[in-house]
Each structure stands twice: as structure tokens, then as C-alpha cells.
């Protein structure tokens, strides 16, 4: 099947009436299906188009990254997958459960999530909590729970999730409505525009930008040539 991309225009809105929701998630659910925000058909080789990947000089994954940046894998991998998305967003999910099926056989990644909160308030909220979590050190636990979730993030649910995280609940909710956090919120969406990513999931693998999600063997393959590059480039 082919794997999704949503962008700020294809994202449901939070403003409009329960009626029209309800419509557009039903449309954009069939278009999705559909492959209407697919990446394209695979070529032979299982690598994304070249529409989908382009290399770059001047942006890799590890030069993206910044402190304070959550980091799972191996901290000092080869290999550096940064990776822009919603936790609304199902293919950013979708491409969230091939990465960490990929981090436990292959122990040479470092996998850098960047929670870009671009498909409304309820997406912003939700960040906003992840980031109360981190200053807990329950960022991991809570962003598990939340990209798992069916039910759109509000504060009653918010505060369920926390609880189940085993979060401090008076603390977690002075940090959500917090400076610090909400800076935080920022620096990632002002990342996000530098960049110009406006579909989700955009991953940077090594010098490879990637828009849209991957097959999990693509991943794999793609994981693996910038393997290959990060080799011949030590060589020179």
C-alpha cells in the first residue's frame, strides 16, 4: 500500500462544525486509501522517487538537531534519521512504528523526532503536553501514549494520559502553560517554515529529505545508502 503525506491544507480543521469534520476526515480517509497522497509507485530499485528524496549539501540530520532535541537509538549512530510530524497525522504514525520496529535490529541509528504541531490546536496541545512530560522525564512515555491514541488531545484526556504516564498532575499542568514550554513549541514550528515543510512526515536521513512516509523496506534501503555514504565520505 502506498504510504501518506498530509500538509497543512489536507489537515482537518479544528474550527469548522462537527458536521463538516466529520465529512472532510471521511474524504480525506478515502483519498488517502485512495493513494491520493501517496508518494508515488516504488521503482525497482525500492528507493522513494526522486521527486519524494533529493539529496543536500547544506542540510543533513545531524545538522539539524539542537539541544534539548529528544534522541532515541544510539545516541552517537552512524546514521541520523530527524524526523518532522504531527502526532495527529496517521502517516506520520504509520512511519513512527516502522522507525522504532527498525531501532531494535539495527543499533547504529539515531533517531531525532521533531514534534511540528502544524495540523491545529488539538495537534499544539498535544505538544505542549509532550513537552510538560519531558521536563518530568516522561517525554519518551507520553508521546507513546499520544501517537497510539484515537481521541483528539484536550485537557481532561491530557491529564488522563499524564496520570497513566505517571506524571506530578499540579506540575504538569504549571509546565504546559509554561514559558519554556511554549518556546519550545515555537522553535520547532520556526525550524519546521525555515525549512519549508508543509507535508508530514519529512524525514532527513543523512543528506537524503524525504516527504512523505516510507515502506519499511524502504526505510531499510534508504537506511542503508546513507550507510554507504557516511562510509565513503570517512574514506576520503
Known amino acids: 500500500m ?3 503525506t498530509w500538509s497543512i491544507e489536507s489537515a482537518p480543521q479544528d474550527s469548522r462544525d462537527s ?32 521527486m519524494a528524496a533529493t539529496d543536500s549539501a547544506s542540510v543533513t540530520a545531524s545538522g539539524l538537531i539542537v539541544a534539548g532535541d529528544p534522541v532515541y537509538g544510539n545516541p552517537h549512530g ?7 510530524n504531527d502526532i495527529r497525522c496517521p502517516p506520520c504514525r504509520m512511519m513512527n512504528q516502522r522507525v522504532q520496529t527498525l531501532l531494535k535490529t539495527d543499533h547504529s541509528l539515531r533517531y531525532v523526532p521533531i514534534d511540528y504541531p502544524i495540523l491545529g490546536p488539538a495537534s499544539e496541545l498535544g505538544v505542549k503536553a509532550i513537552f510538560a512530560a519531558a521536563m518530568q522525564g516522561k517525554y519518551e512515555a507520553l508521546r507513546a501514549i499520544l501517537m497510539h491514541q484515537k481521541r483528539k488531545p484536550d485537557m481532561a484526556v491530557l491529564e488522563q494520559n499524564a496520570k497513566r504516564a505517571g506524571l506530578d498532575l499540579p506540575q504538569f499542568a504549571l509546565d504546559m502553560n509554561g514559558d519554556r514550554v511554549a518556546a519550545r513549541v515555537q522553535r520547532n514550528l520556526s ?5 519549508a515543510i508543509h507535508g508530514i512526515p519529512t524525514l532527513f536521513v543523512g543528506a537524503k529529505r524525504i516527504t512523505g512516509g516510507l515502506t519499511y523496506d524502504d526505510l531499510r534501503s534508504v537506511v542503508e545508502q546513507a550507510k554507504k555514504s557516511a562510509d565513503n565520505t570517512n574514506d576520503i
Open 2 to 4: 502506498a504510504c501518506g
Open 19 to 50: 458536521k463538516a469534520s466529520f465529512f472532510d476526515r471521511r474524504t480525506l480517509l478515502r483519498r488517502l486509501l485512495m493513494g491520493l497522497f501517496s508518494l508515488g509507485p516504488l521503482g525497482a530499485a525500492r528507493v522513494p522517487s526522486a
Open 78 to 84: 552512524t546514521v541520523t534519521i530527524v524526523d518532522f
Open 191 to 195: 525550524r519546521g517554515r525555515a525549512l
